[in-house]
């Protein structure tokens, strides 16, 4: 079956410790993103990949890093600069340059305590 | 700045009634608009809109895009408690989408 997974579905962390979420698509997408949205919110863009080894930040970058080493995968690490981190993350992966196809993973909901 | 506006945040009705969400953009390089509905969990697609004053449809659900005044509308009829979500409207450049804050719908028995 195609699709895309992330894992794990929840996850909780303390505060000052980094984090990463996974996120890996067998759909043969070139363009993979990562969203954040909080409660009674819309999807924000934090990174969205056109092509391997290739990456752009989105509006809310900031406390957020990616890799793109492999086209299935786009891990999200969440790290300590981040504020607040607590949040419902979704992986999102398309035709290249077509982010109107994109396809969403069933979302990490990620708790700092 | 690139942006989407929905409207209303949030609306409750009763079942059997037709509901009217509004959505505006601007964006860059706009290629299309797209509407999707989310159940606690990933966004589920609905529509997507690439010319304007063509009505989709898809049973109780229908939606048309207006390019020259910037505007869509998702029109629900006769909705019943399972359509109780969010609406999310989001707006497609070249590299990215532009998602609206959502309206939160609440369809009462």
């Known amino acids: 079956d195609g699709g895309i997974t992330q894992s794990p579905k929840y996850l909780f962390r303390k505060e000052g410790q980094n984090v990463t979420l996974s996120c890996e698509q067998n759909?043969?997408?070139?363009?993979m993103y990562w969203y954040r949205q909080d409660p009674g919110q819309g999807l924000r863009l934090i990174y969205y990949?056109?092509?391997?080894?290739?990456?752009q930040k989105g509006d809310i970058a900031e406390g957020y890093s990616v890799s793109r080493e492999k086209k299935e995968s786009f891990p999200l690490t969440v790290t300590s600069a981040q504020k607040n981190p607590t949040a419902f993350y979704l992986c999102?992966?398309?035709?290249?340059?077509?982010?109107?196809?994109?396809?969403f993973g069933p979302g990490t909901r990620l708790t700092v305590l | 700045e690139d942006k989407v506006v929905q409207s209303p945040l949030s609306l409750v009705v009763h079942e059997g009634d037709t509901v009217t969400l509004n959505c505006s953009y601007e964006v860059t390089n706009f290629r299309s608009l797209l509407w999707y509905k989310q159940e606690k969990k990933a966004p589920t697609f609905l529509f997507m809109l690439t010319s304007s004053g063509i009505e989709k449809k898809s049973g109780r659900l229908s939606s048309i895009l207006d390019k020259k005044e910037l505007f869509s509308i998702l029109n629900i009829t006769a909705t019943q408690t399972g359509d109780s979500a969010i609406y999310l409207c989001?707006?497609?450049?070249?590299?990215?989408?532009?998602f609206g804050a959502g309206t939160r719908l609440t369809v009462k028995p």
């Open positions: 990949s056109q092509i391997v080894n290739d990456f």
């Open positions: 999102a992966s398309s035709i290249r340059l077509r982010p109107d196809t994109q396809y």
């Open positions: 989001a707006a497609s450049g070249n590299n990215d989408m532009r």
């Open positions: 759909l043969n997408h070139d363009a």
